[in-house]
């Protein structure tokens, strides 16, 4: 891989770590909503979303970085002139980010897909440790949908890294805790998808776990008739309706159980 690309992945790296510190820190010193601590135990419930997270390291490295760069060199190079540069890249993040909530909406319709997306909304309660709470074999199979879009749409590699960057930074911001002034948070749901709009994504009701989809813009919900009329609630239960929460190793092997 060429040497701007280790420069991006470092500086994305950087952020992201940062941007999670800020975060987490944030959430504890003026939380949103109170954590039913007696139901998920706090630490153990962070130390579980951060091992998920952990285990999923190596499989960036081994599989998912290297599918994307093989995706990006080999899709064929039909984009017209007009399509690069600042305009190119603005289009690109613009079409991943509809790209992601069309895969996010199929991860809740096909039950093959749904076994590894629900170990994520098995979480008890939400902060921005959750947002790096995946099965591996979700961030397989995302890799994997990545790639086909990839090679029929052409998107470089800077791109998608910059989207990358971008969905992370939006997630830890949409499952944090944070308590926002209302009337900022109000304003920023009409661009950007906020806690208030994600945590209803979460509500352990089917109906309200099956809207709000979007990742980093909020206009794709509205747009696709997903929305959710509820308001978030800070008393709200967090969770899948009719699933339990389990423990991390039972949680790696639930998508393959009967
Ligand atoms: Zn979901």
Redesign the pocket.
Known sequence: MPQWFDTLLAWKAAAVAAWFLLFFALERWRPAAPEPLAVTGHWRRVGRNLLLWALNLPLSLLLVLPLTDWASRHAPAWRPDWWGGWTGLALDLLLLDLMIYWW?RA??VAPLLWRF?AV??LDRFLDSSSALRFHFGEVALSALARAAVILALGFPLASVLVFETLVLLAAIFHHSNVRLPPRLERALSWIVVTPSIHWV?HHRIRRD?DSN?ATVLSLWDRLFASRSARARDPAMPIGVEGLAEEAAPALLGRPFRA
């Open positions: 996010h991860n809740h997306h994520h909304h994504h776990t989809y």
